[in-house]
C-alpha cells in the first residue's frame, strides 16, 4: 500500500511572523528563523502568550539544564543537574508572578543577556555573537552548591529545527519554535569541591527557543538526540501533538549539519511509562529508533488554573535513520531525550 505523504512546506523568504489581525503570515518548517516576531501585533493579551528558552547540555557521564518560561500571569526560572552514571536527578526553581510576557527577548539570533530576579539563586543566559553562555550560581543546592559556567558555539551554516504552526480553531492561535539540536559546549560546573568539565568534541548544547498562544488544553510529545557517529556530527528532532500540521512536520534528521526532512513519527509507549523503553517509527520508514532510559523522570502538579502531568525520559537511542539520498545511518547509545507533557495553563 502506497504510504500518503503530507506536503512539506518549506520557508525560505523573510516575512513577519503576524498579520496585523494577528493570523500568520506564513505556515511551515524552515532551516533557519526567517520570520520577525512582531509581537506588537500578537492576537492575544500577554495572560495567553506562552515564551519560554530552554537549554540543555549534555554529555555520557552528566548534564545541566537551564530553563525560564513566561506565560504571562507566571514566569519561572529552573535548573536540572543530571548525573547519568548514578542515575540521579536534581534541581531547583523559583517563580514570578505577573511578568507580563516581558522577560524575554523577541529573537533567537540577536545579542541579549536574560537575569531572572530570583532570591534563591543567580542564574543568565547571554547571546552573545556566535556564543550563548550559561551560568548558574546556587549556594543551596543539594547542601554542597552549585557554581559554573557553559558556553554554547553556534555553528552559523548548520541547518536548525524551525516550525510556524496555526491552529484550525482559531487564527490567532499559533507556536514559532526554533531549535538548534546539537551546539559543541565547554565550561565547568562545580558542585561543592568536586568539578565537572563539558568538553567540545563530547559534550552537546540542545537549544529550544518557543514563543506562541496556544489552547488551555495542550498535549505535545518530543524527543532530540545528538552526538558524532562514526566521527560525524549527527542530531535529529520528532515531535508532533498540537496545531494544525496539515503544512509540515517538525521531524527533521541532522547530518554533518545539514537537515533531512522525514514526514510523521509516532511514539509508541507504554501508558507513557518513562521507565520502560520507548519506541519511534516513522510512516515513511525513515526513522526506527528505541529509547532506553537512564533518567526516568514523571511529575504532576495542579494548582486549578495551572495542571501539568509530565513524562520524561532522558536515555540512549539506538535504531536506524535514513537520509535523503537513501543512506541508512545506524544510531547505537546516541545520548538524548524524549518526552509526552500534558498541560492546562
Known sequence: MKIKMRKQNEITKTSDLFNKDGSLVQRGWARKPLLRYNKDDIGKGWSRTKEWDHFSILNKKFGFQLTIGDIGYLTQMSYVWLDFENKEREGNGEFKFFTKSKLLPLCSLENSKIEFPSKKFKATIEKRGNQRILTIDDPTFMDKGIKGTITLNDK????????????????????????????PAEGSIQIGTKDYSFEPETSFGLMDWGRGIWPYHTHWLWGSACGMVNGMPIAFNIGYGFGDLSTHTENIIFYDGKAHKIDEVTFH???RDPSKPWKFTSNDDRFNMT??????HREKLNFGLIYLNSSLLHGLYTGDMVLDNGEKIHIDSLLGHAEDIIWRW
Do not use: A, Q, S
Open 291 to 296: 529509547l532506553t532510559p537512564l533518567i526516568p
Open 156 to 183: 552559523p551554516e548548520w541547518d536548525n529545527t524551525v516550525v510556524v504552526t496555526g491552529y484550525k480553531e482559531d487564527p490567532r492561535l499559533f507556536y514559532y519554535n526554533h531549535k538548534i539540536n546539537m551546539i
Open 269 to 271: 509507549h507504554e501508558d
